[in-house]
């Protein structure tokens, strides 16, 4: 029998240098191109795996960047859609750290509040403020006009 890690192989080959985000649930790849910005046009190479076998987390998406890093912004939002999410940083085909995501307590100047009268959408100095109310499933509160959103709140800001 073929491990799933091994038939992951047969599918991308491992990267030099660069960053591989594992674990990602499944269908989700996409929405983590997007927090990184990435649309093609900027020439990283990019593996993207999709809906492969995952012994924790059922099926999972997994993406790949050669030559680039991802910053703790970057992280943060990953968290929210992906909190299954390991960043492995790869140099010279070692995996030299491997991070696990940690939704934060509280998120500021990542998401806008849905709300339009929200202070934080009417006053430019204003920055977006939540706090964690409950992670599975995902839930945060406006620190301002105390709305709550949902991951699918995030999803869509994000695509
Ligand atoms: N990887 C890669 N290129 C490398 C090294 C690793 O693309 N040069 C990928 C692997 O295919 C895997 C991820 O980076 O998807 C993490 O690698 P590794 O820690 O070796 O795998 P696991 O031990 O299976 O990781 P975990 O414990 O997080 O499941
Ligand atoms: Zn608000």
Redesign the pocket.
Known sequence: MISS?KR??LIVS??RNGT?I??IPAGRALAVLRILGIRGSEGYRVALVMNVESKKIGRKD?V?IEDRVIDEKEASLITLIAPSA?I?I?RD???TE?RHLEVPKQIRGLIKCPNPQCITNNDVEAESRFTTISIKPLKLKCEYCEIYITEDDVIRQIL
């Open positions: 890690s992951d192989e491992k990267i591989v594992d674990h997994i790949k390991t492995n790869i085909y070692v995996v491997k």
